[in-house]
T-cell receptor, first 115, second 115 residues
Framework: AQKVTQAQTEISVVEKEDVTLDCVYE???????LFWYKQPPSGELVFLIR??????QNEISGRYSWNFQKSTSSFNFTITASQVVDSAVYFC????????????FGTGTSLTVIP | DAGVTQSPTHLIKTRGQQVTLRCSPK?????VSWYQQALGQGPQFIFQ???????QRGNFPDRFSGHQFPNYSSELNVNALLLGDSALYLC??????????????FGPGTRLTVL
């Protein structure tokens, strides 16, 4: 069965601090895809990154970076030098060949950046 | 380039009524998925439409039905509304590439309140 766990329900940091959001996933498939989305108070899910199971290279995009480790089934997301605009709920999601295009989402981590 | 659009933004219904939500996919996308997001939870997959047919379905009762039109837009219908149907309904669009999982892009959602 597919499952995504985001153990951190809420995180608060002071502006300019670094913060890491954890994501642990479960799947029996060897081919799968992992995603991170940002949901600001407006409600729309904003796509941040897509990673397939064969690409374990970490990725950096500006202040955002992602650490994919198959050995621990984790796909963690780090925001460097956080800003108030980073305040949102962040979701990790999983899709594999068995689920087709169905995404399994975690319960989300609510990040508050305090000015 | 227009993103995914949904209408209406908000909706208030009473128990037992029926509701129709609408979605227009991102330009160039031919697949529409619907998700239900209860307060404080991650989105839950309802179903997916491709070539005007329901391709995949999550664990939702038959009260939830949908339709896709030739222009790829889609409707979600919910009959015999229950209080528990109150949620944010998100539409996501993507393209199907065989068995590959494409990124899903989400609309702003429709907030449904059942009284």
């Amino acid at each position: 069965a597919q499952k995504v766990t985001q153990a951190q329900t809420e995180i608060s940091v002071v502006e300019k601090e670094d913060v890491t959001l954890d994501c642990v996933y479960e799947t029996r498939d060897t081919t799968y895809y992992l995603f991170w989305y940002k949901q600001p108070p407006s409600g729309e899910l904003v796509f941040l990154i897509r990673r397939n199971s064969f690409d374990e290279q970490n990725e950096i995009s500006g202040r955002y970076s992602w650490n994919f480790q198959k050995s621990t089934s984790s796909f963690n997301f780090t925001i460097t030098a956080s800003q108030v605009v980073d305040s949102a709920v962040y979701f990790c999601a999983l899709s594999d060949r068995n689920t087709g295009n169905q995404f399994y989402f975690g319960t989300g981590t609510s990040l508050t950046v305090i000015p | 380039d227009a993103g995914v659009t949904q209408s209406p933004t908000h909706l208030i219904k009473t128990r037992g009524q029926q509701v129709t939500l609408r979605c227009s996919p991102k330009s160039g996308h031919d697949t529409v998925s619907w998700y239900q997001q209860a307060l404080g939870q991650g989105p839950q997959f309802i179903f997916q439409y491709y070539e005007e047919e329901e391709r995949q379905r999550g664990n939702f009762p038959d009260r939830f039905s949908g339709h896709q039109f030739p222009n790829y837009s889609s409707e979600l219908n919910v009959n015999a509304l229950l209080l528990g149907d109150s949620a944010l309904y998100l539409c996501a669009s993507s393209t199907l590439r065989g068995s590959s999982t494409d990124t899903q892009y989400f609309g702003p959602g429709t907030r449904l309140t059942v009284l």
